[in-house]
T-cell receptor, first 114, second 113 residues
Framework: NAGVMQNPRHLVRRRGQEARLRCSPM?????VYWYRQLPEEGLKFMVY????????ESGMPKERFSAEFPKEGPSILRIQQVVRGDSAAYFC????????????FGDGTRLSIL | QKEVEQDPGPLSVPEGAIVSLNCTYS??????FMWYRQYSRKGPELLMY????GNKEDGRFTAQVDKSSKYISLFIRDSQPSDSATYLC?????????????FGTGTQLKVEL
C-alpha cells in the first residue's frame, strides 16, 4: 500500500494520559501535514513539517501538543495530559517536494478520551 | 465569518441526476482549489485539483473556479449511489506559508436509487 498510513486507527485514553499518533507519508513524499476534524466541523490545519523541521505550526494549540518528523521513521503527533476536548479525528496528509503538489490523506486516527 | 463557506446539506438526489456542489471564500490569496470526497470513517480522497480560475474535467466530475466572484463549484454527472459521501472543498495560497489547506465544513450527498 503506497498511501499515507496512520496508526493506530482508534486510540482510547483517559484524561491526563499521553496520546501518540503516527503517520508514514506516501512513498516519495517528504512533506507532512496534520489536521484535526471535530464533529460538525471541517478539517482544521495544525502543523506542517518536513524532515527534521517544523515549517508552520500556526494551527497547533500552544500547550500540550507537539509534532515531529525525524530523519528516520514516521511523523509523530503527541498530545500530553489529554482532556475530553481533544477527542477528535486526526488526519495526516503528505505531498511531494514540489511545492504546488496536492496533499493526500490517510484514514485518520480517532482519539477518544474517557 | 468563516474563510470558506459551504452548505452542509444534506443533499439528496435520484440516481442519474446532475449534482452541483459549491463553496464561497473570502481570502483573495487563495490560488489552488481542491475537492475531496470523504466516506464515513475514512480519510478525504482527492477528486479535483485546480489552479486559479477556469474549468477542469475528469470523467463525470467537473470543477469550476471563478476567482472574481470567489466561488468554486463541483459538478457530478450521472450520479451513482456510490457517490454518496461528504464532499469537502479546500483551498490554499502560494508556496512558503501558503501550503496549509483551508477547508469548508463539507456537504453531505446522498444519491438514491
Amino acid at each position: 500500500n503506497a498511501g499515507v498510513m496512520q496508526n493506530p486507527r482508534h486510540l482510547v485514553r483517559r484524561r491526563g494520559q499521553e496520546a501518540r499518533l503516527r503517520c508514514s507519508p506516501m512513498k516519495g513524499h517528504s512533506h507532512v501535514y496534520w489536521y484535526r476534524q471535530l464533529p460538525e466541523e471541517g478539517l482544521k490545519f495544525m502543523v506542517y513539517l518536513q524532515k527534521e523541521n517544523i515549517i508552520d505550526e500556526s494551527g497547533m494549540p500552544k500547550e500540550r501538543f507537539s509534532a515531529e518528523f525525524p530523519k528516520e521513521g514516521p511523523s509523530i503527533l503527541r498530545i500530553q495530559q489529554v482532556v475530553r476536548g481533544d477527542s477528535a479525528a486526526y488526519f495526516c496528509a503528505s505531498s511531494s517536494e514540489t511545492s504546488n503538489q496536492p496533499q493526500h490523506f490517510g484514514d485518520g486516527t480517532r482519539l477518544s478520551i474517557l | 465569518q468563516k474563510e470558506v463557506e459551504q452548505d452542509p446539506g444534506p443533499l439528496s438526489v435520484p440516481e442519474g441526476a446532475i449534482v452541483s456542489l459549491n463553496c464561497t471564500y473570502s481570502n483573495s490569496a487563495f490560488q489552488y482549489f481542491m475537492w475531496y470526497r470523504q466516506y464515513s470513517r475514512k480519510g478525504p480522497e482527492l477528486l479535483m485539483y485546480t489552479y486559479s480560475s477556469g474549468n477542469k474535467e475528469d470523467g463525470r466530475f467537473t470543477a469550476q473556479v471563478d476567482k472574481s466572484s470567489k466561488y468554486i463549484s463541483l459538478f457530478i454527472r450521472d450520479s451513482q449511489p456510490s457517490d454518496s459521501a461528504t464532499y469537502l472543498c479546500a483551498m490554499r495560497g502560494l508556496t512558503g506559508g501558503g501550503n496549509k489547506l483551508t477547508f469548508g465544513t463539507g456537504t453531505q450527498l446522498k444519491v438514491e436509487l
